[in-house]
């Protein structure tokens, strides 16, 4: 797409700005039918419907109309709290959550900014959420709010390092951070799939346990990052009765919720790309029809949807892990398991490539 | 390099708040998230009923009592009637006996399911809740069929009851036995068994045996501590001696005896051992008359009476002083969930936020009981 917006408006800032709109625009309508599909499956995991009155039998307006009911309440904001850090928090955040989308590859033709860095960039823009959550913890002058905060913090930096570690066994398997070229290396079939060893003979057999193991660290640290259950101790709403977001109403409480979203869908396209081979068809090049690129999407957001149904499946499922016990998770066991995954990869590499 | 000063915060676990089950307010002391301190403050519930009981009939007073513990219906009114039936001394037919008990063991898996359930939502775990709760739904079903409320009943009257059951209600009995023994290896697959619940649950809160005693803590609370003393078997009453079934106590299988996975424990255990109650009871219903027994006016001699019973939270008893007239001069309400809550500060010294939260699921408190 970047070529054909080029031969029309030529190599400037206009085509790059376009570049990344449908992205956005995809986003957008996921983040609105994410929380319905969220609704509907935890409905259906408890043994009860769900929204199913406000369009039809699946309630598809539903989030629709909840948003505007959201945009009409009142805003208001705490006594002594700081005005400004109050106001600015939930733009932060939901701007760090949209940033990311601008390197997930939909399609080989198709991605936002088809960075070299690609990556690394996704990692650093969710990092930014951070700030945002410490500015709505501090600024919302609550004592509870502090304490989901803190705890955020302490959560989303601690587990940026599995994350990384976990990506790293990738990226040495790859030889490249650019997120197209992660899609490109696993070409030729389900089996050619990093989670599987990625390309290469039948030496990638002993890589396997391995690489899934790296995928189930790297699912589990993006889960840490986005606060979903078991790892949600920020919102743990029998604690702290919604903890960060708990004293904004409305539209700024809309945002963080979309935000949260999106970020769920950008860390399941991450791993769906690092892992499970992004927008490559599993069956190769046997049915050329099922990778022309319009499929292509196609298989991208099946598998960025599968992996979003799994975060909601284990939310519904499991209990929250107290904050202590997170942060030996984090520190006892994802991490050294990390590093022993990266240092037989590398032994891989040098011995059999 | 200077000190830097820290002071103690203050929280406020308020009365409204999702985890505090009812309106109970907690004024906890931290030092970061390390708990030093906690006060509950009660009364936020108090509807003065050992006031009104000295104004009304002793049989208007049934309502009232019903509406103390509120999940735990028939425990209250079974441990009052049977407080003024001794007072009167008024014999019961059989019959009574064991419709009474079949309406007191249902009434115990309901209320373990409650608390199972909000256990689980304190946890974080959503679905155990709603799990618990469709079976929860049959149990008021079958209440429904006998006196027609689903939570509230006003059904055992002093010397009888007020409806008499129906062969349907046996035969759907029989079928919510067979239904809810493999909802309970359901339950413990998705959430005793946990290993995120087992860690967040064990050696926490461990509340040793002599102060436990010391404190008046009865029930679960207490056999969680290993220690075996349930008031059907040792204070027996009603027809619980006629009946076959095994006193609960915490196991230790994960954990240390005493903390709060073992009390969880011995609720699931003893809904199990409710089934086994009702079991037995259920096909061997003696024939009769509900209500031949109860007296057209209810007016004991002078005296007092001291009657206690094992509702679901711990010792219910009821202290009744009357003094001829057909109104009670004094009831009072002996509640085990007044005496478990004031547990809360000894033993939640050196946790977190989060266990407080796990520690007071684990007493399985009604507010209603508590402030009465």
Not at chain 1, 297 to 315: D, E, P, S, T, Y
Request: with cysteine; net charge neutral.
């Amino acid at each position: 797409m970047e070529e054909f917006l080029k031969s029309i408006i030529g190599d400037n800032i206009i085509t790059y700005i376009i570049m990344p709109i449908p992205a956005l625009i995809f986003v957008s309508l996921f983040a609105l039918y994410a929380v319905l599909a969220e609704r509907k499956v935890s409905a259906w995991i408890s043994n009860r419907i769900g929204p199913n009155r406000a369009g039809g039998k699946m309630g598809l307006l539903q989030t629709i109309l909840d948003g505007i009911k959201l945009v009409q309440k009142e805003f208001v904001s705490p006594v002594r709290s700081d005005r400004f850090l109050f106001k600015a928090a939930p733009f932060i955040i939901f701007t760090a959550a949209f940033m990311g989308y601008a390197v997930i590859p939909f399609s080989s033709l198709y991605i936002g900014v088809d960075l070299n860095l690609g990556l690394f960039y996704f990692f650093s823009i969710t990092s930014l959420g951070v700030i945002g959550m410490l500015m709505a913890g501090w600024a919302s002058n609550n004592k509870y709010s502090l304490f989901g905060g803190i705890r955020s913090v302490a959560q989303i930096i601690s587990y940026e390092i599995p994350t990384a570690l976990a990506a790293l066994v990738v990226v040495m398997l790859a030889g490249t951070l650019s997120m197209q070229a992660f899609c490109v290396a696993q070409d030729g079939g389900i089996f050619n799939w990093f989670i599987f060893g990625g390309p290469g003979g039948l030496s990638k057999i002993i890589l396997i346990p391995f690489m899934i193991t790296a995928c189930v660290i790297l699912f589990l640290s993006t889960l840490a990052e986005t606060n979903r259950t078991p790892f949600d101790i920020p919102e743990a709403d029998s604690e702290l009765v919604a903890g960060v977001h708990l004293e904004y109403s409305g539209m700024q409480f809309a945002m963080f919720f979309f935000a949260e979203y999106a970020q769920m869908f950008a860390v399941a396209g991450v791993i769906a790309t690092l892992f499970l081979g992004g927008w490559q068809s599993p069956f190769g090049d046997l049915v050329p029809f099922l990778n022309s690129p319009v499929m292509q999407i196609i298989w991208f957001l099946a598998k960025g949807f599968f992996l979003v149904f799994v975060q909601i499946w284990m939310r519904w499922t499991l209990p929250r892990v107290r904050v202590d016990q997170l942060m030996t998770i984090c520190w006892k066991f994802l991490i050294p398991i990390s590093f022993v995954n990266i240092f037989v990869v590398a032994l891989y590499i040098i011995f059999f490539k | 390099m200077a000190e830097i000063r820290t002071e103690e915060m203050l929280i406020n676990m308020g009365p409204q708040h999702p985890s505090t089950h009812g309106v109970l307010r907690l004024k906890l002391a931290l030092s970061g998230e390390i708990v030093d301190d906690v006060k509950p403050y009660i009364g936020y519930l108090h509807r003065c009923f050992e006031k009104h009981c000295e104004a009304m009939t002793y049989s208007q007073i049934i309502p009232y009592t019903d509406r103390m513990d509120y999940l735990n219906s028939i425990n209250n009114e079974h441990a009052y009637a049977l407080a003024v039936e001794k007072l009167c001394g008024i014999e019961l037919p059989e019959r009574v006996e064991y419709i009474r008990v079949i309406m007191a063991e249902l009434q115990r898996i309901a209320s373990h399911l409650v608390a199972i359930g909000t256990y689980g939502n304190d946890a974080g775990a959503f679905t155990p809740f709603l799990y618990c709760f469709i079976d929860r739904e049959k149990v008021l079903e079958l209440f429904e069929m006998v006196c027609g409320a689903r939570l509230l009943y006003n059904y055992i009257w002093i010397g009888g009851l007020s409806h008499d059951i129906t062969p349907d209600f046996i035969r759907k009995t029989k079928e919510f036995i067979t239904y809810m023994r493999p909802r309970i290896t359901q339950i413990n697959g998705l959430l005793t068994y946990n290993k995120i619940f087992i860690e967040r649950t064990i050696n926490i809160g461990m509340l040793p045996v002599d102060v436990a005693i010391n404190s008046g803590a009865s029930g679960p609370t207490l056999r969680g501590s290993g220690y075996k003393y349930d008031l059907r078997k040792h204070d027996t009453y009603s027809i619980y001696n006629k009946v076959d079934f095994d006193v609960c106590v915490g196991t230790g299988e994960y954990g240390t005896i005493g903390d709060c996975w073992n009390r969880y424990i011995v609720r699931v255990d003893e809904m199990e051992q409710s089934l086994r109650i009702i079991e037995q009871l259920i096909d061997n219903i003696p024939e009769g008359d509900v209500q031949s027994a109860v007296p057209k006016r209810v007016k004991p001699p002078v005296g007092e009476v001291y009657v206690r019973t094992e509702s679901p939270k711990g010792e219910l008893a009821y202290y009744i002083i009357s003094d001829g007239g057909i109104k009670p001069f004094r009831v009072k309400a002996r509640s085990p969930s007044f005496c478990n809550v004031s547990l809360l500060e000894k033993i939640s010294k050196g946790h977190m936020i989060a266990d407080v939260v796990m520690i007071l699921g684990s007493f399985d408190i009604v507010l209603g009981c508590i402030d009465r």
